[in-house]
């Protein structure tokens, strides 16, 4: 293709998102927008996978049966979002197995949150109110995203997260209504949680490098710092109703602004959990490889099964 | 049928499922495949859904436990009666498919007579759980079969499941004494008559997958009379940590 043409394409695509038009699959696209998305929507896919492992280390230990359940299958919701998230990106021409590869191999990154480990019983409370919380911040704006998989699967995606975000919030209730010592575990869950659920929104807008390209493509449709200010205006009030405070001295509210002011985040702290040296990075990588490698054998015996049932069919018509 | 020995009935059966389910609910996560953890998660969230009916119903009956979660985390190791083969740990993956083949099998037949039990609550939850459990011998078949007949490696992995985990195959054809009160009342199961139709399918499905049938003659038992194997301490210590640090709290 020429020059001449490229540019044309690209001219035809940029309208097409100034129209609010999907962008499917099958259409063209420059290499950097595929690019941009595979890597943003594996970064999600692979988030909600490593995410899985937080939770799942109270599977066995929750409290009641119908918590159990409800933990089960809210991991299992996670597990789902991961394939969904996973076959976006496979539209893109990337298989699954490279995806893989590149989370085993530290080349694509998950959200820094799940860096974090889960010590008590509130810590799903928390997870599910501040995490999915946050999460939810940023993926009802991706809902309306340009790339046709992508957003189709945010839809679907966001309702069941809303869903979790209730649940942990009623965990969390629970917890506060509950005995002192069961409060203190509560509060002393949000301490741990508020700091590392801030950072979800990503750096500064001045040190993200990604903003500009990606508010272009309306991969983005709102500046991590407008999405941080968002969550904490939100979720004050909550943690006002359930009687415990977030670890913030610098916290007010600014009456002229109409929100909430708030401290600085321990950045040194966010890029060392970024760069893989938080508190679980080691742990959870070496779960998901552990996971991967060990089924090797189980999912090569599906594949030959597969072939030899292929083959049996082959010979029963011949 | 006495209230104290129908709640022991009632218990005998649903710890087989709490206690199946809690091991499946460590593999969360850590599955060799994303299909196969939402499978196993399913399985897991089904056979829960089912204890806690079983234990909402027993918990009604007894004097002393006044909730599924009492029935379900407050008792001491002896009290608990499932059968040793849902406790074996998740070794690999070939021993938690044999384990979930073994016991569903088992499992499908069970549910198909407590259908026709006296007790309208029990033949309740039977209606509903044999529609789930229908799902799970599928899959765990299907994957008796794949491994069984896969590659080498996958086959030799899955007849050490089978062959590991046979000594505790006869374990769910025991009879306890509550058990015999129960069939006698028109309420329970006579388990020695599912003992045939459950070889004969295992057999047939091992068979299919290219397994052998192991031979050996020695079977262990003793879960049903709460004599369990050296994994049971553990498995409990997680179930009840919570209910056990933090006693007398709702959550």
Known sequence: MSDKEIKNLEAIFEARIDRDEKIEPKDWMPEKYRQTHIRQISQHAHSEIVGMLPEGNWITRAPSLRRKAAL?????????????????????????????????????????????????????????????????????????????????????????????????????????????????????????????????????????????????????????DELRQQFVDQTIPQADILGITVPDPNLKWNEAKGQYDFGEIDWDEFWQVVKGHGPCNKERMEARVGAWEEGTWVRDAAMVYAEKQANKKVAQAS | MEKEHLYQYIVGIADNNLVLGQRLGELCGHGPSLETDIALTNIALDLFGQTRSYYQYAAQLSAQHQTEDDVAFLRKEREYRNVLLVEQPNTHFGHVIARQFLFDVFHYLFLEQLLHSKDDTLAAIAAKAIKEVSYHKRFSSDWVKRLGDGTEESHQKMQEGISNLWRYTNELFEMTAYENEAVKAGIGIALSELKQNYYKEVNHILEEATLSVPESPYFQKGGKEGIHTEHMGYLLADLQYMQRTYPNMNW
């Open chain 1, 72 to 224: 089960l299958a809210k991991v299992q919701d996670e597990a789902g979002h991961g394939l969904y998230l996973y076959s976006a990106a496979e539209t893109l021409g990337i298989s699954r197995n490279e995806l893989y590869e590149q989370l085993h191999s530290g080349k694509a990154k998950y959200s820094s949150i799940f860096n974090y480990p889960t010590i008590s019983w509130a810590d799903i409370g928390a997870i599910g109110w501040l995490v999915d919380g946050a999460a939810i911040i940023n993926q009802v704006a991706l809902c309306t995203t340009s790339f046709g998989p992508y957003a189709r699967a945010m839809v679907r995606i966001c309702k069941e997260e809303s869903f979790h975000q209730r649940q942990g919030y009623e965990i969390m209730l629970t917890l506060c209504k509950g005995t002192a010592e069961q409060k203190a575990m509560a509060q002393d869950a949000l301490n741990r949680w508020w700091w590392p659920s801030l950072m979800m929104f990503g750096p500064r807008d001045e040190e993200s490098p990604h903003t500009a390209q990606s508010m272009k493509w309306k991969l983005k449709r709102k500046t991590n």
